[in-house]
């Protein structure tokens, strides 16, 4: 068996309507004897772990199950990580799946590129509503980039077009929380500091499924998980205090400019509730949490929250009315 260019890792919870999809997208990428597939069973209790099977007993140098006891989607990430052996780690939601012809030229691409991160493509795919959109990012295709050099003007980086090479995740302990969502938010942050340069290759390689009951990003789940989220963003926050002294100043905007995104976030989710004292009190709170780095802070693009913090109580009402409409979550 050759050496494997890529080491999927597949985040498998009950996933049993999913996982054919998925593992046969990589298979008709025609690229098995260079990918390496880590299924991380999280304690399923569905046929998760019987399908990971049959799929290991036919491709024996390739698939692999892991099974664990539930841990949460940032513990199958760190199992992977732990277990990888290929030169690039990709992490993929089990209920998800891959472009095959674009994984085939992913898998043709790492075989000689050298970087520390990769940038692809991505579909999300609304299949309620047979839509399907192409995600981009703001670079010139093929060029390597100087991370410190350029990274100040990326935008869209997200968890589903991301590729670290995997030693630069190993070697630097790269973890992830445990028993918790959100956590792609981590596994994009956490490495930024060791990164030192990056290629952006304009195809498709990951297949977002969106629009799917019980996902973890439709605001009624954000809602039910609004503590794990703010523990995310508290997280991050403190990460980035921790590092900054260590990171050029385009590295910092970059990693001020991407945790502001997460904390918005947060603060979309509080204002989604029902008004009450104790929620305005939740939101203040958190926002000068998130004071206390100004850059951070300053870097929250949304003219809203900018507008609320110069009357926090006396705009909480407008506010709120606001952000539902636009975001359509209005109770």
Same mark, same amino acid.
């Given at each position: 068996?050759?050496?494997?260019?890529?080491?999927?890792?597949?985040?498998?919870?009950?996933?049993?309507?999913?996982?054919?999809?998925?593992?046969?997208?990589?298979?008709?990428?025609?690229?098995?004897?260079?990918?390496?597939?880590?299924?991380?069973?999280?304690?399923?209790?569905?046929?998760?772990?019987?399908?990971?099977?049959?799929?290991?007993?036919?491709?024996?140098?390739?698939?692999?199950?892991?099974?664990?006891?539930?841990?949460?989607?940032? &513990?199958?990430?760190?199992?992977?990580?732990?277990?990888?052996?290929?030169?690039?780690?990709?992490?993929?939601?089990?209920?998800?799946?891959?472009?095959?012809?674009?994984?085939?030229?992913?898998?043709?691409?790492?075989?000689?590129?050298?970087?520390?991160?990769?940038?692809?493509?991505?579909?999300?795919? %609304?299949?309620?509503?047979? *839509?399907?959109?192409? *995600?981009?990012?703001?670079?010139?295709?093929?060029?390597? %980039?100087?991370?410190?050099?350029?990274?100040?003007?990326?935008?869209?980086?997200?968890?589903?077009?991301?590729?670290?090479?995997?030693?630069?995740?190993?070697?630097?302990?790269?973890?992830?929380?445990?028993?918790?969502?959100?956590?792609?938010?981590?596994?994009?942050?956490?490495?930024?500091?060791?990164?030192?340069?990056?290629?952006? =290759?304009?195809?498709?390689?990951?297949?977002?499924? =969106?629009?799917?009951?019980?996902?973890?990003?439709?605001?009624?789940?954000?809602?039910?998980?609004?503590?794990?989220?703010?523990?995310?963003?508290?997280?991050?926050?403190? %990460?980035?205090?921790?590092?900054?002294?260590?990171? &050029?100043?385009?590295?910092?905007?970059?990693?001020?400019?991407?945790?502001?995104?997460?904390?918005?976030?947060?603060?979309?989710?509080?204002?989604?509730?029902?008004? &009450?004292?104790?929620?305005?009190?939740?939101?203040?709170?958190?926002?000068?949490?998130?004071?206390?780095?100004?850059?951070?802070?300053?870097?929250?693009?949304?003219?809203?929250?900018?507008?609320?913090? =110069?009357?926090?109580?006396?705009? %909480?009402?407008?506010?709120?009315?606001?952000?539902?409409?636009?975001?359509?979550? =209005?109770?």
């Amino acid at each position: 068996m050759g050496e494997k260019v890529l080491s999927i890792s597949v985040a498998a919870y009950n996933v049993e309507n999913y996982l054919d999809k998925l593992i046969n997208s990589i298979i008709k990428s025609n690229r098995m004897e260079d990918i390496e597939v880590l299924i991380v069973n999280d304690g399923s209790t569905d046929k998760t772990a019987e399908i990971a099977s049959k799929y290991q007993e036919k491709y024996p140098t390739s698939i692999f199950l892991i099974d664990k006891p539930n841990g949460g989607h940032g &513990s199958t990430i760190n199992a992977g990580i732990i277990n990888a052996t290929g030169k690039y780690f990709k992490a993929i939601d089990g209920d998800d799946w891959f472009d095959a012809d674009g994984l085939s030229r992913l898998v043709d691409n790492v075989k000689v590129i050298e970087t520390d991160v990769l940038f692809t493509d991505f579909i999300n795919i %609304y299949e309620q509503q047979g *839509k399907q959109e192409i *995600k981009t990012i703001n670079c010139k295709p093929g060029c390597e %980039y100087i991370f410190d050099n350029s990274c100040k003007d990326l935008t869209g980086i997200c968890y589903h077009n991301i590729c670290y090479r995997t030693e630069v995740l190993k070697n630097n302990n790269i973890r992830l929380t445990e028993h918790s969502f959100y956590v792609d938010n981590e596994l994009i942050c956490y490495p930024i500091p060791y990164v030192k340069s990056f290629i952006y =290759l304009d195809y498709p390689v990951y297949c977002y499924r =969106l629009g799917r009951e019980g996902q973890s990003v439709s605001m009624t789940s954000m809602q039910k998980n609004e503590k794990q989220h703010l523990n995310i963003c508290e997280n991050l926050l403190q %990460y980035y205090m921790e590092v900054q002294s260590n990171m &050029s100043e385009n590295k910092k905007y970059f990693m001020a400019k991407f945790i502001s995104s997460v904390c918005e976030f947060q603060l979309r989710i509080q204002f989604s509730f029902a008004p &009450s004292i104790d929620r305005i009190n939740k939101i203040v709170e958190f926002d000068k949490l998130v004071k206390k780095i100004p850059l951070i802070y300053d870097s929250m693009a949304s003219k809203t929250y900018n507008v609320w913090r =110069l009357a926090r109580r006396i705009l %909480y009402i407008p506010t709120r009315y606001y952000v539902n409409k636009k975001y359509q979550t =209005l109770d």
